[in-house]
């Protein structure tokens, strides 16, 4: 039964005899719709009783799908919620450099203090930069053409080594760099 609607119109106590509640309560009919999560594995029930039979069960349940979908969708949209602020905080506490540029324009979305640190741009000054403006100009085309790859599909990810620059430090610095 787990993962299945279920619908009693009378006598759902001789069903289960043993059940404290529905005898207390006095319960004569039920109806129940599981509640999935975004992975629609069941992670509760919701229910409709009441304490005398009942012949409308089916707009009962009807009524309590739709409910059920509801809280789905305020389940989901709260765990995203979570998951968004556990990788806010991940992202902002995080000790290596990290930024999130645009997947065409490849400019800087947002990024971390590490990476304010260790380049030296405030957010003002990264506004209308992107990830080729810190690319020392020996590896702007292997670092363009990677990109490109990965904003049209091609490619999942990639791993480059690349010569960057600092604010502070024009010279370039070789940077181990994670993209995805």
Known sequence: MVGQDVVIEAHVRDEYPLSKGLNAWGIESFAG????????????????????????????????????????????????????????????????????????????????????????YNEEEIQNMTFFDITHPDDIEISKSHTKSLSSNEIDDFRIEKNTSTKRAKPSMHSPLSIV
Request: proline share 2%; aromatic share 8%; hydrophobic share 45%.
């Open 33 to 120: 719709v599981p509640l999935l999560n975004y992975e629609g594995e069941v992670c509760g029930v919701v229910v409709a009783m009441d304490s005398r039979p009942r012949e409308d069960l089916e707009e009962v349940q009807d009524a309590i799908k739709l409910l059920s979908a509801r809280c789905a969708q305020e389940l989901n949209r709260l765990e995203a919620v979570e998951s968004q602020r556990r990788f806010s905080a991940l992202f902002n506490s995080a000790g290596v450099a990290m930024a999130i540029t645009d997947t065409h324009s490849f400019k800087y979305l947002e990024v971390n203090q590490a990476w304010h640190d260790l380049f030296g």
